[in-house]
């Protein structure tokens, strides 16, 4: 009672999932074959006529993958002419004027990539950068481009196929690797097939084959979602002293008790490293709360 399940049926545009797992350990091969995966589906997008997002987790890999990409393709074109045509943009109506603007750039890989059709946008770029890239993608004139995730959240621009190229992702917080969280897999994915722009999209993740059935199961809606509050409480709880609204442990409880995380405490307390027999034995808990 009182839940609401919000599945895929409810887009207004129905976006077909890839799930691909590499079981390849080495770190090089590993990276050559997320890349060559990468390029076939971006290959398979351009031949049924539409642009495609890459998703990348660094500013760094953004130009590396945009290199590595072309690589392929000049490879690839030096023996099937019929793709010849894949990338071009000469024929656009403002190739001239647009092409004028990116020779001003101060940008490198803006100007090195435009030529193949693709470019790369991430947040050290500058503004007027960014700008010109979001344009020149919104224009058709760049076919592929290869970005960050901060490109998810922050840019309303859309593409009929959206790769998401490996999900492990630096944290400098932890001082590790973390992987790319659902909110942000679902973020991106919500860039291909936008409605007024196409009627059908495509979402690719590629990921190491032992994170396939987390992913699966993350996208499907069958795990619930865990509260994160509990690594900023302190923060929270001393913003309510300051306020004035807990001044005493009988009201912190209180205020414990209105939260999303006391909700998955109780339903879940092992993920929160609380045993079950701690939950029976805490009458200091209940006591607070009468």
């Not at 019929?82 to 403002?94: A, C, K, M, V």
């Not at 750039?105 to 991430?122: A, P, Y």
């Not at 630096?170 to 942000?184: I, Q």
Request: proline fraction near 3%; glycine fraction near 8%; charged fraction near 25%.
């Amino acid at each position: 009672m009182g839940l609401f399940f919000f599945d895929s049926s409810y887009r207004p545009v129905p976006l077909a999932q890839q799930y691909i797992g590499i079981s390849e350990q080495n770190f090089a091969a590993r990276n050559e074959l997320l890349n060559e995966i990468c390029y076939k589906k971006v290959v398979d997008s351009l031949r049924q006529g539409h642009q495609a997002m890459v998703f990348v987790h660094s500013r760094k890999d953004t130009a590396k993958t945009a290199e590595k990409l072309v690589t392929f393709f000049i490879l690839e074109l030096a023996q099937k002419y019929e793709d010849l045509d894949l990338l071009r943009n000469d024929e656009h109506p403002q190739f001239g004027l647009f092409k004028r603007e990116v020779m001003k750039s101060r940008n490198k890989d803006l100007i090195k990539f435009f030529e193949f059709g693709f470019g790369v946008h991430h947040a050290g770029m500058l503004r007027a950068d960014r700008g010109l890239t979001e344009r020149l993608f919104s224009d058709g004139l760049l076919k592929v481009l290869v970005c960050t995730a901060t490109l998810a959240w922050g840019v309303n621009l859309p593409a009929h196929t959206v790769v998401i190229k490996g999900t492990q992702l630096y944290d400098p917080k932890a001082g590790g690797w973390r992987d790319l969280g659902m909110l942000d897999v679902m973020q991106i994915f919500g860039r291909a097939g936008r409605p007024q722009f196409d009627k059908s999209g495509e979402g690719i993740i590629i990921t190491s084959h032992d994170k396939l059935a987390y992913y699966l199961r993350l996208l499907t809606s069958q795990l619930p979602i865990e509260s994160q509050f509990i690594s900023s409480l302190k923060d929270n709880l001393n913003a309510e002293v300051a306020l004035g609204t807990v001044t005493n442990v009988k009201e912190a409880c209180a205020w414990l008790g209105y939260t999303y995380l006391s909700i998955r405490m109780k339903l879940n307390p092992l993920a929160y490293g609380i045993g079950w027999d701690e939950i029976v034995v805490d009458l200091l808990w209940e006591r607070a709360k009468s």
